[in-house]
């Protein structure tokens, strides 16, 4: 009889020993695995769990259920640019500490900091609506996704992503300018923010491989029989 079909074997002294997970069920969890990574933008369940704590350090100006929404949504929309979404957390970090409702003293709104000028030429290219008051960089997953095409649009121009972050800092013809002059570009902001991402980058492969850890050693726990 193969491995894969043996039962529960209950022993002498009343420990039950559990057998291999059928195959079908290994199949169907694998599925809703799969499913779960589809709709958080492909990122695994202990990957969007631990950037989620990362979040909730910061106070963003809202309801903390919207934390697991950011998350996922900050997945979805790296995803299609091809962009690690702990990149933009990173960026997000940077910028404004998560925090929706900043404004820089040059006028940059909301958790990516978008100039309303840039905000607003962004939104016609994505086709979003907007208003001269420029309250639409105040909803997050507008600026988020305004934000992330920004950072695609710069590193597809410039071809490096630390002088495309320094770009988004400094404003693409100023760096532009610098290249032409074949200035030095100043690189503590670029600096700042790939620290971030590379220590977020770890902390979650750390959380992953801990709660996985733990995973496999509660399922390797034998179970006690009833009877």
């Not at 022993?11 to 199949?27: E, M, T």
């Not at 919207?66 to 979404?85: N, Q, R, T």
Request: glycine share 6%; net charge positive; with cysteine.
């Amino acid at each position: 009889m193969s491995v894969c079909l043996v039962l529960l074997m209950t022993l002498s002294n009343g420990l039950a020993v559990p057998g291999p997970v059928p195959k079908a069920a290994l199949l169907k969890a694998e599925a809703k695995k799969r499913q779960l990574e589809h709709r958080d933008g492909g990122i695994h369940p202990y990957r969007k769990e631990h950037m989620t704590q990362i979040l909730a350090r910061y106070h963003t100006g809202l309801h903390p259920t919207e934390d697991e929404k950011l998350v996922a949504f900050i997945s979805e929309e790296s995803k299609k640019y091809g962009f690690e979404p702990e990149l933009i957390l990173a960026l997000i970090s940077t910028e404004s500490s998560f925090y929706n409702w900043a404004v820089s003293n040059k006028g940059a709104l909301g958790m990516m900091q978008i100039i309303p000028e840039t905000g607003k030429a962004l939104a016609k290219v994505n086709q979003i609506a907007w208003n001269e008051q420029n309250q639409r960089l105040f909803d997050p997953y507008v600026n988020i996704r305004l934000g992330i095409h920004y950072l695609h649009v710069l590193n597809k121009r410039f071809g490096d992503i630390r002088i495309a972050l320094a770009a988004y800092n400094f404003g693409p013809t100023k760096v532009q300018r610098w290249l032409r002059r074949g200035r030095r570009i100043p690189t503590r902001y670029a600096n700042k923010v790939m620290r971030f991402y590379s220590s977020y980058l770890a902390s979650n492969k750390k959380h992953i491989q801990m709660r996985e850890a733990a995973s496999k050693t509660i399922s390797e726990i034998p179970f006690h029989s009833d009877t």
